[in-house]
């Protein structure tokens, strides 16, 4: 029998000693009666001790050990400090509510404990009269800690996780099964009530949605004509079919409607087009996020059938728990039933069916096959759902073995053993994670954006030596240089009307060689330059673009930016340039300057241990406010020279304008044939909406990085997806307030891939050592910390793994060769 009993509450341990009652009747009504009455409970136990807890958090961590059965240093302190110490002549029996915590008490403290019917009763009643028997409490105390604790408590059980989040997945695959009954049952319903007019539509066009937008389109079937033939031929992309619909039209047996009929028609075609719309842009989304959710499920078996998979589960940890032989027949639970009911043949597959595996095979292989493919879909789910590192190198492999066992029943030829497959794959993600510890380097990139170089300079570290003790002494060293006399800054402000990268004395020859011409350049001397916000750096091109207004100027200007950067010290750069047409009298077209900046990287094309001289590749931009026929031509421009040094392409331009999504198949047009994807991201809060269909694209480098949603960074984190930081531009557009809130140090403190770039250098007046130098200052970094941005930064570079091989090796002898001479 419990002499003591212990309570807790929201507040804190309550320890009550037991007075009297006897356990003879303790199931009698009355007695259990007696429990409610205070009076008569309060002779039965007395309040001994209560040990408040600290704060709120203090309450959910000793809430999370009871429940986990884990008794901490606080309770054991508690019970230590307040119960009599236990003998053979005077035994201490503890009650408990909680079960799971004898065990833990025992072996902790020594008490033995007890949670038989009186002390739950005795518990029962403690409970009831808390706020009256816990003097040291006010009125209100104990339900406030309650109401707060049970939040927290609640919170941490039922938290999202957005490494986890399939409950996104099995609402959109619900969402779009709905939409899909939806939508085909309104567009028989706009086929049936359109075809009172046009009856003759139904028979040409088959597909509901281009109906629904033919019916929108021709309205009154009278008023179409062979002017309407363009936009027919659009929705249809079938010319024949677009004058069969106008020659139908002219001779329909169809009945006239009036305004208001149509009105409601068009009205009602526009809500079943919207629909059609909605249900694409799902589908887009579904299938990125079952590439960040379930990345390995998603290349065995695809998207659609992994989501139905998972939904069916219930979630991703669901499914992998299965063994095989449930979820071969996930989906098939009435047939299996039935089957057994009956005692009939169990079913051979359930939603695996929907897989093209199961089509492939052979009738008297399907059974087979579906046991197979059921069995690697469980290793999928278990991959993607314990794994810390996704990846789809192991879907890739069981979709190989899959191929494989359909030519093994087709063929005979012997597949590989799944020890083999697994080993190989596991050995390749360690090359690569070996890869990535080693090689670190900077990728250098656009002329007109961003460089991502590599140093390379003997001097460097004693400029960088002397430029710290001058910010030592003056304090804020960048601050100090702003406060110049009147008469430099006014030099200055001529100076920084330049195109992005051309560094000022580059932009003088430039003015200087147009006024040889007899140009007008008074324009350009009125300039004020400013940067107070990302929007007044924008603002600057419309008379920085006449500068390169030809061919000449623009490999001109090439080549001396090309120059400067390898003056810096930097051994490979990525230049990044806009496409455009010059505007009269000028004659050049994209085209035109593409081949300029293709003709003047070709000296710099080679890497090898055989050159040590600067290395060159072009990243063409995709200005954010070009239309889609615009990114689609600069695309096509960049596949036609990608083996003439075209690694890439970028998406950049002013970021308070344009949409993503409007130019979004470009860019997917550019990852399909093999260029890689460097995107300026999250530069500004109204950025934020767009980052997650950014990231569906799998981008190579982002840059900027100063504004995020947590779901993206996670997806940044988890990816380990490169960031291109620009420290100068972000303090100087004011995207990021100062230095200590810069994400630079964040990015590096966990270990995520990240790049000093000098944004548009000429704008901002810095250069690849200046950015570094910033680095060193303002988050303390010291030069092995300074080394490893540029082997991080030739990892993150556009160029295959044998070029990257060789800039490694040129950066470690420079660092074995500053090292050697104590720089």
């Excluded at 960074?713 to 972000?730: D, G, V, W, Y």
């Excluded at 420079?814 to 001479?821: L, R, S, T």
């Amino acid at each position: 029998m419990a002499s003591y009993i212990l309570f807790e509450t929201a507040s804190g341990y309550a320890l009550f000693e037991r007075v009297q009652s006897e356990e003879i009747g303790a199931k009698l009504e009355e007695v259990q009666h007696s429990v409610l009455d205070l009076a008569k409970f309060g002779k039965m136990i007395k309040l001994k001790s209560f040990g408040p807890f600290h704060n709120a958090a203090h309450a959910l961590e000793n809430a999370n050990d009871v429940s986990e059965g884990i008794v901490n240093d606080h309770l054991k302190a508690f019970l230590e400090m307040n119960l009599p110490k236990p003998s053979k002549k005077n035994k201490v029996v503890l009650g408990i509510g909680e079960k799971n915590l004898a065990g833990a008490i025992k072996a902790e403290c020594g008490y033995d404990c007890d949670s038989d019917m009186m002390t739950l009763e005795l518990i029962r009643g403690i409970r009831l009269h808390a706020d009256k028997l816990l003097s040291q409490l006010k009125e209100g105390d104990l339900e406030r800690a309650q109401l707060g604790l049970g939040h927290s408590y609640s919170r941490a059980k039922v938290k999202f996780n957005v490494n986890r989040s399939d409950n996104m997945i099995i609402q959109a695959i619900a969402l779009i099964d709905q939409l899909d009954k939806d939508i085909n049952t309104f567009s028989m319903r706009v086929r049936e009530w359109y075809s009172w007019h046009f009856p003759e539509l139904v028979k040409i066009v088959n597909d509901n949605h281009q109906f629904a937008r033919l019916a929108k389109f021709i309205k009154n079937k009278s008023n179409l004509s062979e002017e309407q033939l363009e936009g027919l031929e659009e929705i249809v992309e079938d010319e024949s079919k677009a004058k069969a619909i106008v020659d139908a039209a002219k001779a329909s047996m169809g009945t006239d409607i009036s305004d208001v009929d149509m009105i409601n028609i068009e009205n009602f075609a526009d809500r079943v087009i919207e629909l059609g719309n909605y249900r694409k842009s799902l589908h887009e989304y579904l299938i990125s996020k079952m590439n960040y959710v379930a990345p390995n499920l998603s290349a065995l078996i695809g998207e659609f059938v992994g989501a139905r998979l998972i939904s069916h589960a219930g979630s991703l940890t669901n499914l992998s728990k299965y063994p095989a032989s449930t979820v071969q027949i996930l989906g098939a639970e009435k047939a299996l039933f039935r089957a057994l009911k009956t005692k009939g043949n169990t079913p051979k597959y359930g939603l695996i069916y929907h897989s093209s595996f199961i089509g492939r095979a052979g009738q008297k292989n399907k059974g087979r096959i579906s046991r197979f493919l059921a069995n690697k879909c469980t290793i999928a789910s278990r991959i993607d759902c314990f794994t810390d590192r996704p990846t789809t190198k192991f879907g890739e492999a069981l979709k190989q073995q899959v191929e494989d066992r359909l030519s093994f029943y087709e063929t005979g030829a012997t597949p590989s053993k799944n020890s083999d497959t697994m080993k190989a794959v596991i050995d390749a993600l360690r090359l690569d994670e070996h890869e990535e510890d080693e090689d670190m380097e900077a990728p250098a990139v656009p002329a007109p954006s961003k460089k991502r170089p590599v140093e390379e300079d003997d001097e460097a570290p004693k400029k960088k030596k002397k430029k710290e003790e001058k910010k030592t002494k003056k304090g804020d060293g960048e601050k100090k240089e702003d406060k110049k006399d009147k008469k430099e800054k006014k030099k200055e402000k001529k100076e920084k009307k330049k195109n992005k990268d051309i560094s000022p004395s580059t932009l003088k020859e430039l003015v200087q060689l147009r006024r040889d011409r007899g140009e007008d350049m008074e324009e350009l001397d009125k300039v004020e330059y400013g940067l107070n916000h990302i929007s007044d750096f924008f603002a600057l091109f419309k008379y920085i673009y006449p500068l390169t207004n030809d061919i000449e100027a623009v490999q001109y200007t090439l080549k001396k930016v090309i120059q400067e950067f390898e003056d810096d010290g930097v051994i490979y750069l990525e230049l990044r340039s806009t496409p455009r047409d010059g505007k009269a009298p000028s004659t050049m077209t994209k085209r035109s300057y593409v081949e300029a900046l293709i003709k003047g990287i070709e000296p710099f094309s080679t890497i090898s241990p055989d050159t040590h001289g600067i290395a060159v590749r072009l990243l063409l931009s995709v200005d954010r406010r070009h239309t889609l026929e615009q990114a689609m031509e600069i695309v096509d421009l960049a596949i036609e020279y990608k083996d003439r040094g075209v690694v890439g392409v970028d998406l950049c331009g002013h970021v308070l304008q344009g949409k993503f999504s409007d130019l979004k198949p470009a860019f997917v047009k550019a990852q399909a044939a093999g260029l890689k994807l460097a995107f300026h991201f999250g530069e500004v809060p109204e950025n934020v909406p767009e980052c997650q269909e950014l990231l569906s694209l799998h981008p190579g480098r982002l840059g900027h990085v100063t504004h995020l949603d947590e779901e993206s960074r996670h997806i940044i984190m988890k990816r380990k997806i490169p960031i291109e930081a620009c420290l100068t531009s972000n303090i100087i557009c004011k995207t990021v307030e100062d230095y200590p809130q810069h994400g630079f140090g964040g990015w590096l403190a966990v270990d995520q891939p990240i790049v000093l770039c000098t944004d548009d250098k000429g704008v901002f007046r810095t250069s690849n050592t200046q950015e570094h130098m910033l680095a060193m200052t303002h988050f303390n970094l010291d030069h092995e910390r300074m080394w490893n941005l540029a082997f991080t930064a030739v990892n993150c570079c556009f160029i295959d793994e044998k070029e990257k091989k060789v800039l490694r090796a040129r950066v470690t002898l420079k660092k074995e060769q500053c090292e050697g001479g104590n720089k």
